[in-house]
C-alpha cells in the first residue's frame, strides 16, 4: 500500500504536505504507471496471440468453393456463414481486452495528470 498515492479504477489520489512528499509522490506515480505499462503489455501480447490464430486459420482453409450452379451456391453461402461467424467469433474474443487495454490507458492519463499536478505544485513552491 502506498503511502502518498492511492490509484484506484476510476481516480488517482495523492496527497502531500511538503516538497519532500511529492516527490516521493511523483516516484510512487511513476512506478504505478510502470505497472500499468506492463498490464496492457500483458493484453496487447494477447491480442496479438489471439490475432495470430485467427491469421493461421484464414491461411491454411481453403478457397471459397467456385460454380457447381445452385448446389455451389449452397456450398458458399455455408462457406460464408461459417466465415462470418469466425470474424465475429475473433471479435467477440478481442472485446473484452480492448476494453481492459482502454481502461489502462485511462488509468495511465489520470496518472499523468496526478504527476502534471504535483510537479506544477513544486515549481510553484520552488522544490
Same mark, same amino acid.
Given at each position: 500500500?502506498? +503511502?502518498?498515492?492511492?490509484?484506484?479504477?476510476? +481516480? =488517482?489520489? @495523492?496527497? &502531500?504536505?511538503?516538497?519532500? /512528499?511529492?516527490?516521493?509522490?511523483?516516484?510512487?506515480?511513476?512506478?504505478?504507471?510502470? /505497472? @500499468?505499462?506492463?498490464?496492457?503489455? !500483458?493484453?496487447?501480447?494477447?491480442?496479438?496471440?489471439?490475432?495470430?490464430?485467427?491469421?493461421?486459420?484464414?491461411?491454411?482453409? %481453403?478457397?471459397? &468453393?467456385?460454380?457447381?450452379?445452385?448446389?455451389?451456391? =449452397?456450398?458458399?453461402?455455408?462457406?460464408? &456463414?461459417?466465415?462470418?461467424?469466425?470474424?465475429?467469433?475473433?471479435?467477440?474474443?478481442?472485446?473484452?481486452? /480492448?476494453?481492459?487495454?482502454?481502461?489502462?490507458? #485511462?488509468?495511465?492519463? #489520470?496518472?499523468?495528470? !496526478?504527476? =502534471?499536478?504535483? +510537479?506544477?505544485?513544486?515549481?510553484?513552491?520552488? %522544490?
Amino acid at each position: 500500500m502506498s +503511502e502518498y498515492v492511492e490509484v484506484s479504477e476510476n +481516480e =488517482i489520489k @495523492f496527497h &502531500a504536505n511538503n516538497a519532500a /512528499e511529492a516527490k516521493l509522490a511523483i516516484k510512487e506515480l511513476k512506478l504505478k504507471k510502470k /505497472e @500499468f505499462s506492463v498490464l496492457k503489455q !500483458a493484453v496487447v501480447a494477447e491480442q496479438k496471440r489471439i490475432r495470430a490464430q485467427y491469421t493461421t486459420e484464414v491461411r491454411t482453409r %481453403g478457397s471459397m &468453393a467456385r460454380g457447381g450452379g445452385g448446389f455451389g451456391r =449452397i456450398v458458399r453461402s455455408v462457406q460464408s &456463414a461459417s466465415r462470418d461467424s469466425r470474424r465475429a467469433q475473433l471479435a467477440r474474443d478481442l472485446a473484452p481486452l /480492448e476494453k481492459k487495454k482502454q481502461k489502462i490507458d #485511462a488509468t495511465m492519463r #489520470a496518472i499523468d495528470q !496526478a504527476i =502534471i499536478q504535483l +510537479e506544477s505544485a513544486l515549481l510553484k513552491q520552488g %522544490g
